[in-house]
């Protein structure tokens, strides 16, 4: 185990490094969205690009920032901030960024994937750096707004200035992650870990266990309603638990009844099999083929994510979630 060196906060980070820089923030989606805001309203000077007038340049111009076609937004930026789809940036940047940016730009990565697998191969007199926040883009803006902030993680691909940490810190300051902490890492072990938490933990495990839970429970008899609150509403409090006082405090708040069959049974169904297979998905994505998949089935139009979906969408544990929706709302803390 390698434990951190350093976990970078509020008091190791200056704006003043980058204000007045000019900040292109590609795409107005999840990140897109929140980083744009939370920069700006950090008094940064902050410009969004756009490939088309749609949907994305309607919603920025509601929130009062000016959008600009891609070529426009690149040409005077010093920072350049990749934040559309992984699998856009490669097309994006070869084809509306490189042939327009001023010479030594900073390029700028919220996830790895492009750089890691070498999809961009950035020119050699540009700062290339990312700032990864650990939590999904809604929740970057909803909690900068708060006064808080989503734990980012930092890492320095090429430092031509000799002052791209500094930067980044910034822009993690910018959007609110140093409220909280900013790990460093290297732009491989963040992309390894990052696909490997969302496919075996908090997109792609949670959201089968729940599926499989909920349907165990259906098939032998048991009412939908029933089983929705118990294998997948009540996830969240018990996540939260865990959130706010870890792993013990979730364990203190059960019943020693629930301590006893947790311990026990989870073991029995997360078993020796399911960590074999654990390593063989952080194996896929270590050898660069999970990438390659990933590249090809989204060269065909998605039709595993766009089949998934709507698959999700009719299932009878969403039809249960949304007939159950209002209700749970009503019983939410109003604050
Ligand atoms: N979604 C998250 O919460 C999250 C968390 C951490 C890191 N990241 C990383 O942030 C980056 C952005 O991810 P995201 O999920 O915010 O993206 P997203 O899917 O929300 O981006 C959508 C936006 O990108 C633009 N866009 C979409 N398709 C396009 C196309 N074909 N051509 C040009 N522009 C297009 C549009 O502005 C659109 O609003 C990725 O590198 C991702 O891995 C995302
Ligand atoms: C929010 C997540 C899952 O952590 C992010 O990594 C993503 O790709 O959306
Ligand atoms: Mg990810
Ligand atoms: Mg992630």
């Known amino acids: 185990m390698k434990s951190t060196s350093k976990i970078y906060t509020d008091k190791d980070s200056n704006l003043d490094v980058i204000k007045g820089k000019r900040i292109a923030v590609l795409g107005y989606g999840s990140q897109g969205r929140a980083w744009a805001q939370n ?7 902050v410009v969004v690009g756009l490939e088309r007038e749609g949907k994305s340049w309607e919603l920025a111009k509601s929130d009062g920032i000016i959008p600009l076609h891609t070529e426009d937004a690149v040409k005077d930026a010093d920072i350049i901030i990749f934040l559309v789809p992984d699998m856009v940036q490669r097309t994006l940047w070869l084809e509306s960024v490189q042939p327009y940016m001023k010479k030594g730009a900073d390029l700028v990565f919220a996830h790895g994937f492009n750089i890691h697998y070498k999809l961009i191969e950035p020119p050699k007199d540009s700062d290339v750096y990312m700032i990864a926040p650990k ?76 599926k499989a839970a909920f349907e165990t429970l259906v ?37 020693d009844t629930a301590k006893y069959g947790g311990m026990t049974v989870g073991k029995f169904v997360i078993n020796e099999d399911v960590r074999k ?25 998605m039709p595993t994510v766009v089949n998934g979906l709507s698959q999700v969408q009719n299932s009878l544990e969403e039809k249960i979630g949304n007939q159950l929706k209002d209700l749970i709302q009503k019983g939410k803390p109003k604050s």
């Not at 920069?39 to 000077?45: E, F, P, V």
């Not at 098939?219 to 006082?245: C, H, S």
């Open 39 to 45: 920069l700006r309203d950090s008094g940064l000077n």
């Open 135 to 210: 939590g999904p883009g809604p929740t970057v803006r909803e909690y900068y707004k708060a006064g808080g902030g989503v734990p980012a993680l930092v890492a320095i691909q090429q430092d031509v200035s000799g002052t791209a940490l500094q930067k980044a810190l910034a822009i993690a300051k910018g959007i609110g992650a140093t409220r909280a902490g900013v790990i460093p890492t290297t732009f491989k072990e963040e992309t390894e870990t990052d696909l490997f938490g969302e496919q075996v933990i908090l997109v792609g495990g949670i959201m089968e266990l729940m």
């Open 277 to 301: 297979r654990m390593k063989e998905a952080l194996q896929r994505i270590k050898s660069g083929k999970f990438a390659e998949e990933w590249v090809e089935e989204y060269g065909r139009g």
């Open 219 to 255: 098939e032998e008899g048991y009412q939908p309603e029933v089983a929705y609150f118990e294998t997948i509403n009540e996830l969240k409090m018990l996540v939260d638990l865990v959130y706010e006082k870890g792993i013990t405090g979730m364990l203190k708040a059960v019943s």
